[in-house]
């Protein structure tokens, strides 16, 4: 079974600056990862896909990276409105199931 | 406008049933394989279950397996969780997402591009 690893658990940094995000599989699993954004009392929000191709709504300062096993999400320039929780995804085509990474919650410091 | 709408959820007993109800509006509704993704309190997402577009495929997440049927009604865009022998650990947000794929080359990536704002399950005493 595949397992998706995502560091840090929490990271506190100030507007205007740039983060890397890391999620980790257990196993190569080419480009088949995901990153979605959640907000406090939201529904999560799909932010890439493909390892690296950005959703509709979301601004060119959020970029995706990686295949194999690491993948990076990178925003740069960070805005209020981007402090939030991400989760990395997989999907195993077998057993099929979708695998989420336990989340990264950037807070503001 | 594309929309999923989930209802259904409330609070019940340890060992109780549960349905829970996706609407769907806004697209192609029997186009899509569909889920149901979860998250308790303070926690990370699980996923849950899956369907094919026809209902003739579903998949379940080992902690479901045996307890909860997912199924879907394409007349009615809907989506359905059947969740019985309820345990205090299925307390979560339940939410339904639509499931999407980009290919390239002979790969295949798959992920969630449409979520629903969710319904609570509440399992307690």
């Known amino acids: 079974e595949i397992v998706m690893t995502q560091s840090p658990a929490t990271l506190s940094v100030s507007p205007g600056e740039r983060v890397t995000l890391t999620c980790r599989a257990s196993q190569s699993i080419s480009s088949n990862l995901a990153w979605y954004q959640q907000k406090p009392g939201q529904a999560p929000r799909l932010l890439i896909y493909g390892a690296s191709t950005r959703a509709t709504g979301f601004p060119a300062r959020f970029s995706g990276s990686g295949s194999g096993t690491e993948f990076i999400l990178t925003i740069n320039s960070l805005q209020s409105e981007d402090f939030a929780v991400y989760y990395c995804?997989?999907?195993?085509?077998?057993?099929?199931?979708?695998?989420f990474g336990q989340g990264t919650k950037l807070e503001i410091k | 406008e594309v929309q999923l709408m989930e209802s259904g959820g409330g609070l019940v007993q340890p060992g109780g049933s549960l349905r829970l109800s996706c609407a769907a509006s806004g697209f192609t509704f029997s186009s899509y394989w569909m889920s149901w993704v979860r998250q308790a309190p303070g926690m990370g997402l699980e996923w849950v279950a899956n369907i094919k577009q026809d209902g003739s495929e579903k998949n379940y997440v080992d902690s479901a397996k045996g307890r909860f049927t997912i199924s879907r009604d394409n007349a009615k865009n809907s989506l359905y969780l059947q969740m019985n022998s309820l345990r205090a650990e299925d307390t979560a947000v339940y939410y339904c997402a639509r499931e999407e794929y980009s290919s390239f080359w002979s790969n295949y990536y798959y992920y969630m591009d449409v979520w629903g704002k969710g319904t609570t399950v509440t399992v307690s005493s």
């Open positions: 995804q997989h999907y195993n085509n077998w057993p099929p199931k979708y695998t």
